[in-house]
């Protein structure tokens, strides 16, 4: 059956998650640790759908958290694999479990590295690090950039060396300034990493590179990042981790909806049964416009229609899209690259439904993972 077909048989709205595409991108991932011994962890904010956890822990070394609940996720889902965490800061009742199910430790400031510390070091298993800024970044967007003027993550080398003496436990460092960046990026950004916190690197066990790294688009260079890594681990001697989140899931779902009504108002408006506001919230963050197949942009085709949700915000709306032929209600619409950023941040504003999520398996059967009624909008309130 066309992919299509399937996916416009499936009640709506829903998020479709694909394996096959999911396995794609694993494929490169499993090819960059092959090719330079690092570890790639899943940065579960991203995607933390974890039925296909298991599927994924076959690619790749493991997962990095946010915190304490997606760390016991990922003890939970990913049993066995490795599980990192990095929080901007940690509270005393989350500390205690998160040294017993994880086995890096990120923190993002000397004084929470000693506020935690000699507990910490009760855990020999555990290794800790400690975040840096270098205070470089080619992401324009504030919103998005680490390093912005301020930025509460990471530590800076001024301050990093007036706490040279509170290094003693500290195994690793940890960057994550980069945001769907390239290889090339990413070279930048070492050399500015190298040159300001070089002089420590001699002395830690592993480095990581965070996430933000574009390595499953088809123009990235995965060659230079190998390059890349190869030659920091060679030069100082230490593990390198990368914690990617779009590169694990980009392209690797869909998110179907239903026309509901067609208006006009200076142009032909449609409303569907899925929400920018609530169901895919970066197309209003980043901001960026979807790609829904069988569309073009506005104008391009003969029927455009402005697309928008069923809620009460006027800036609801998901973008301008034409049509070969005109729009009728019933129709289903399918948003492609919806599996990243979207289950992991949804939100029941106005009362809207959350969307079921399903998997299409490589033998194109379809499961339903979960379905949403009212009282998951009830239960939080
Ligand atoms: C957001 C984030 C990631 C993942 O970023 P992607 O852009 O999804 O690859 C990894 N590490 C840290 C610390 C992050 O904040």
Same mark, same amino acid.
């Given at each position: 059956?066309?992919?299509?077909?399937?996916?416009?048989?499936? *009640?709506?709205?829903?998020? /479709?998650?694909?394996?096959?595409?999911?396995?794609?991108?694993?494929?490169?991932?499993?090819?960059?640790?092959?090719?330079?011994?690092?570890?790639?962890?899943?940065?579960?904010?991203?995607?933390?759908?974890?039925?296909?956890?298991? !599927?994924?822990?076959?690619?790749?070394?493991?997962?990095?958290?946010? =915190?304490?609940?997606?760390?016991?996720?990922?003890?939970?889902?990913?049993?066995?694999?490795?599980?990192?965490?990095?929080? *901007?800061?940690?509270?005393?009742?989350?500390?205690?479990?998160?040294?017993?199910?994880?086995?890096?430790?990120?923190?993002?400031?000397?004084?929470?590295?000693?506020?935690?510390?000699?507990?910490?070091?009760?855990? *020999?298993?555990?290794?800790?690090?400690?975040?840096?800024?270098?205070?470089?970044?080619?992401?324009?967007?504030?919103?998005?950039?680490?390093?912005?003027?301020?930025?509460?993550?990471?530590?800076?080398?001024?301050?990093?060396?007036?706490?040279?003496?509170?290094?003693?436990?500290?195994?690793?460092?940890?960057?994550?300034?980069?945001?769907?960046?390239?290889?090339?990026?990413?070279?930048?950004?070492?050399?500015? /990493?190298?040159?300001?916190?070089?002089?420590? !690197?001699?002395?830690?066990?592993?480095?990581? $590179?965070?996430?933000?790294?574009?390595?499953?688009?088809?123009?990235?260079?995965?060659?230079?990042?190998?390059?890349?890594?190869?030659?920091?681990?060679?030069? %100082?001697?230490?593990?390198? %981790?990368?914690?990617?989140?779009?590169?694990?899931?980009?392209?690797?779902?869909?998110?179907?909806?239903?026309?509901?009504?067609?208006?006009?108002?200076? @142009?032909?408006?449609?409303? /569907?049964?899925?929400?920018?506001?609530?169901? @895919?919230?970066?197309?209003?963050?980043?901001? %960026?416009?979807?790609?829904? #197949? =069988?569309?073009?942009?506005? =104008?391009?085709?003969?029927?455009? %229609?402005?697309?928008?949700?069923?809620?009460?915000?006027?800036?609801?709306?998901?973008?301008?899209?034409?049509?070969?032929?005109? +729009?009728?209600? =019933?129709?289903? +619409? #399918?948003?492609?690259? @919806?599996? @990243?950023?979207?289950?992991?941040?949804?939100?029941? $504003?106005?009362?809207? *439904?959350?969307?079921?999520?399903?998997?299409?398996?490589?033998?194109?059967?379809?499961?339903? /993972?979960?379905?949403?009624?009212?009282?998951?909008?009830?239960?939080?309130?």
């Amino acid at each position: 059956m066309k992919l299509t077909e399937i996916l416009s048989a499936l *009640p709506t709205p829903c998020y /479709v998650i694909e394996e096959c595409s999911l396995v794609d991108n694993l494929e490169t991932l499993w090819e960059v640790e092959q090719k330079t011994g690092c570890h790639v962890l899943l940065a579960q904010k991203a995607f933390s759908n974890y039925k296909t956890y298991p !599927l994924i822990s076959e690619y790749i070394s493991g997962t990095t958290a946010s =915190g304490l609940f997606e760390a016991k996720l990922a003890h939970e889902e990913m049993p066995g694999a490795m599980n990192h965490v990095f929080s *901007p800061a940690y509270k005393d009742d989350e500390i205690d479990e998160l040294l017993t199910i994880c086995d890096h430790i990120v923190f993002n400031s000397f004084s929470q590295w000693k506020h935690f510390r000699e507990k910490a070091l009760r855990y *020999p298993d555990v290794s800790f690090g400690l975040r840096i800024n270098p205070e470089y970044s080619e992401i324009e967007t504030d919103i998005y950039n680490p390093c912005f003027e301020n930025s509460r993550l990471g530590i800076t080398l001024s301050a990093f060396e007036k706490n040279e003496k509170e290094l003693e436990g500290i195994s690793g460092l940890h960057f994550h300034t980069m945001c769907e960046q390239g290889a090339d990026t990413l070279e930048r950004t070492l050399a500015v /990493v190298e040159e300001k916190f070089g002089k420590y !690197l001699y002395n830690m066990k592993w480095i990581n $590179f965070g996430g933000g790294h574009h390595i499953t688009k088809p123009d990235y260079d995965v060659e230079k990042l190998v390059t890349l890594i190869n030659r920091i681990k060679g030069k %100082y001697d230490l593990e390198v %981790y990368i914690e990617p989140g779009e590169a694990v899931a980009i392209d690797a779902g869909y998110l179907v909806c239903t026309v509901l009504d067609i208006t006009k108002n200076g @142009m032909d408006i449609a409303i /569907v049964d899925t929400s920018a506001a609530c169901h @895919m919230p970066d197309v209003l963050e980043m901001p %960026y416009r979807p790609f829904i #197949i =069988g569309s073009g942009n506005g =104008g391009e085709k003969p029927y455009t %229609y402005r697309l928008g949700g069923p809620t009460c915000l006027a800036g609801d709306v998901i973008g301008d899209y034409s049509f070969d032929k005109p +729009l009728s209600v =019933g129709d289903r +619409l #399918i948003f492609t690259d @919806m599996a @990243m950023y979207t289950t992991v941040k949804n939100n029941t $504003f106005n009362g809207m *439904p959350l969307p079921s999520i399903y998997i299409l398996h490589r033998d194109e059967s379809v499961e339903l /993972v979960r379905k949403f009624g009212y009282e998951d909008f009830k239960s939080r309130l």
